[in-house]
């Protein structure tokens, strides 16, 4: 015989449910949070030439989807894309001269160091020229700079090239593929004026205001005349970069 409901025992079950539906949801919030921070060994990408290890799922998701539009970048302006690019996320900041990175690329090994997301994510909030960014799309340019790196050296015809002319490419990669939005965000606050020549590409720019000269190398390579017909001349060494002895020219 099923017993009557009162009021009170009415309430008393109301309560009683909700707060198994709440242990239910926060139990299903630690499931994914555990899911989405769980590290995979080794993942291969549609593009089974890029491989990332040591990512979550999301993070190899993020390292894949940025990875196929870089390479779809540089297969527009007809360079060749290495046979296998690996993307290691890492939980520590990389170093690059002694300092924390988001990412870098070993050029001895061929080897691409990203930090992992949340970490990325942490330290671009007290970085002002990356605070504003979204934290994923931002990762995503991470990737796509280091990247960028590993395909632009696979196309060297042989001859050395500055550290400023290989920074100018992967930053035109990192800030082309960014969406409008985000790109906008990035390139309002840096004030600049468009260089009309390589002149401002030089490693001592590099080393003393990355993001200015980031915006810049986008400012320059994004024109008419430059972009993919630039890269190829880059990559075959007809195109040269200045020296540090020659004088700076631009802002």
């Known amino acids: 015989m099923a017993r009557q409901r009162t009021p009170e025992r009415s309430g008393l079950c109301i309560r009683y449910g909700l707060v198994i539906l709440s242990l239910v949801l926060f139990g299903q919030l630690l499931s994914d949070a555990a899911y989405a921070a769980e590290k995979i060994p080794l993942v291969s990408c549609a593009d089974d030439r890029v491989q990332v290890s040591n990512a979550s799922r999301v993070e190899a998701d993020l390292v894949c989807s940025a990875a196929a539009r870089t390479i779809a970048f540089f297969a527009t302006c007809k360079l060749v894309v290495p046979p296998a690019i690996r993307v290691d996320v890492v939980d520590e900041p990389p170093k690059v001269c002694g300092v924390d990175a988001f990412g870098r690329f070993d050029a001895e090994r061929n080897a ?23 934290p994923l799309e ?37 800030i082309s593929l960014m969406h409008v939005d985000v790109r906008d965000l990035f390139l309002g606050p840096i004030r600049r004026i468009p260089p009309s020549d390589l002149g401002p590409f030089v490693n001592v720019t590099l080393l003393m205001a990355p993001e200015w000269f980031g915006a810049k190398a986008y400012d320059h390579f994004s024109t008419a005349e430059n972009g993919c017909h630039l890269l190829r001349g880059i990559a075959d060494g007809r195109v040269r970069f200045p020296s540090e002895d020659d004088p700076i020219s631009g802002e």
């Open 112 to 134: 691409i160091e990203v930090m992992n997301q949340a970490g990325c994510a942490k330290a671009a909030g007290k970085n002002k020229a990356y605070a504003s960014l979204p």
């Open 138 to 174: 931002f990762y995503k340019s991470i990737v796509t700079h280091e990247v960028a790196h590993r395909v632009f050296r696979f196309n060297l015809k042989g001859d050395t090239l500055s550290q400023a002319a290989h920074e100018y490419v992967a930053y035109s990669a990192q």
